[in-house]
């Protein structure tokens, strides 16, 4: 079972996710991280279509297609 208290990441899979999440800014980033047993597998930035600076709802075309 996956352990929800912490989360292992490659760094190239870390290093995409905080670069999709500085190209939003000053906007909330949002996402999908796919995971298994052994922790994240995939990154699948989303588009933010709140387009706030606090809050975050992310495209359900980009939802589904992840």
């Known amino acids: 079972m996956f352990d929800l208290s912490s989360l292992t ?7 995409r996710m905080i670069a999709h999440l500085r190209a939003t800014l000053p906007q909330e980033g949002c996402g999908l991280i ?20 606090t809050r ?7 939802v589904v297609a992840a």
Do not use: F
């Not at 990441?9 to 290093?15: C, E, F, G, N, S």
């Not at 975050?56 to 980009?62: F, K, P, Q, R, V």
């Open 34 to 53: 796919a995971c298994d047993d052994a922790g994240a597998v995939k990154i699948y930035p989303g588009t933010n279509t709140a387009a706030s600076e």
């Open 9 to 15: 990441m490659r760094a190239k899979l870390y290093r």
């Open 56 to 62: 975050y709802n992310m495209d359900l075309t980009e």
